[in-house]
């Protein structure tokens, strides 16, 4: 260990890193104009052969790559928070990524000790966007009134998560997770399934955003939950059973999973995997369709929902896996 920390050098001055690095990874705040200048000046600094790499959760490889005059030597490096902790790291290559480039990365990131899973270059890459409904079919039921905050969370908890949708969005922000929403939802063309909750977005206006600031969903006192948000109380229009939630949130999930596999995002074994490590997800959506009973019963469940909301309709992805 004391051999690898003297090995370790200091600067902030990026054009003094010099040429000697394998490979780079910038891990700047969300902002495509703040990660361009760094790859622009990396472009310079960095020796031709160096790996350029981003840790970016939502921002495109391919609008970071061509600030550079490399572009096939930029490639995504997702890890997920907390980093130390968290096992799972997308590995986001773009159609003119290098192969070599690609596998070296893979291969860092194995060796590291960390579980990579391969993701192409597109909105939300795996788990942000599998996970959209999770959070967006939740915030529905209660826009609706069909289910409230508390019963919601406790539900999804009933099904071996860790935490519900709201509780989620409180530890992550709810800034965080409307901004998520809002830049996935832009990107695929504004599909009505993933549209942002105008209640992420008073929230966000308000500055009630999570523990962070105390409120969120829940109110928070030295860090801990003391009680529901009375700002988000709803009188529903009766009971719903837990697995009827259940259904509404989990089942376009699946359904998500589908589009992506089907739209070459991912193979469907890392989409299970990412969802199991970086979503804490009791098990993956294409696990989740066999205990649900098979494609075309989780099929046939969206279309009856979908009755009284088209958002619900099923895929033709997952029509096809019938």
């Known amino acids: 260990m004391a051999e690898r920390i003297a090995r370790l050098r200091e600067t902030e001055i990026l054009e003094q890193l010099g040429d000697e690095a394998d490979a780079v990874i910038e891990a700047a705040i969300e902002s495509l104009p703040l990660k361009e200048t760094i790859f622009r000046t990396l472009d310079g600094a960095a020796g031709p052969s160096t ?38 790291v997308e590995v986001v290559a773009t159609p003119v990524t290098d192969p070599g480039i690609a596998a070296a990365a893979f291969e860092l990131v194995v060796g590291w000790g960390k579980t990579a899973v391969r993701s192409a270059d597109s909105p939300g890459f795996i788990v942000n966007r599998v996970n959209r409904p999770f959070t967006l079919r939740a915030l529905r039921l209660v ?47 504004r599909p009505d399934r993933l549209r942002p909750s105008p209640i992420q977005e008073r929230m966000v206006a308000e500055g009630t955003v999570g523990r962070k600031t105390g409120s969120g969903f829940y109110r928070y006192e030295g860090g801990k939950a003391v009680g529901l948000n009375p700002d988000v109380a ?17 089942l376009p999930l699946i359904d998500e999973a589908f589009r992506v596999a089907s739209e070459g995002v991912a193979a469907k074994p890392d989409i299970d995997v990412a969802m199991r490590l970086g979503a804490a997800h009791p098990m993956g959506p294409f696990e989740r369709v066999v205990e649900a009973g098979g494609a075309a019963a989780v099929a046939a469940r969206l279309r009856e929902l979908a009755r009284d909301d088209p958002s619900f309709s099923p895929s033709s992805a997952l029509d096809a896996a019938h």
Not at 59 to 67: D, G, M, N, V
């Open 51 to 88: 790996m350029l790499a981003t840790n970016t959760s939502s921002i495109s490889i391919a609008a970071i790559a061509t600030a550079t005059t490399r572009p096939e030597r930029v490639i995504g490096l997702h890890f997920f928070n907390p980093a130390p902790l968290m096992a799972l």
């Open 234 to 250: 709803i009188a529903t229009t009766g009971s719903v059973a837990a697995d009827a939630i259940r259904q509404r949130i989990l």
């Open 143 to 189: 826009e609706e009134r069909i289910a409230s905050v508390e019963v919601i969370d406790e539900a999804i908890r009933e099904a071996g998560f860790p935490l519900g949708p709201f509780e989620l969005m409180d530890l992550t922000g709810i800034d965080v997770t409307f901004a998520a929403s809002t830049g996935i939802w832009e990107a695929l063309g």
